[in-house]
C-alpha cells in the first residue's frame, strides 16, 4: 500500500477545478494507494519529467512513484483541433 502526497500546486488546481471533477479526481487519486497492482487509466510517460499520467475524463494526473506516490500537477486536456498543429 502507497502512501499519497500532494504538492501544493496541484491542491491550488484542483481548487479551481468543477466540483463534480474534483470529486472523481480525488476517487481516482486515492485508488492509487494500490498502485502498480490493477490501474487502467496510468500510463507510464517515457522522455518525460514526471513518471506517470493518470486519466480521469478530461484531466491528467501527473505523478511520481519512488517510496511515496506524489501528486505533482493536474492538467486539463483540450479537445484538438486544426489549430492545434
Not at 2 to 22: D, F
Not at 40 to 53: A, E, F, G, Q, T
Amino acid at each position: 500500500m502507497n502512501t499519497i502526497e500532494w504538492k501544493i500546486k496541484a491542491h491550488k488546481q484542483l481548487k479551481k477545478i468543477h466540483p463534480t471533477y474534483q470529486q472523481a479526481i480525488v476517487k481516482a487519486v486515492d485508488g492509487l494507494a494500490n498502485f502498480p497492482e490493477e490501474n487502467r487509466n496510468v500510463k507510464p510517460l517515457s522522455n518525460h519529467r514526471y513518471d506517470y499520467r493518470l486519466r480521469v475524463g478530461r484531466y491528467r494526473v501527473l505523478f511520481d512513484h519512488k517510496e511515496t506516490i506524489t501528486v505533482i500537477t493536474i492538467q486539463e486536456v483540450k479537445k484538438r483541433d486544426e489549430q492545434t498543429y
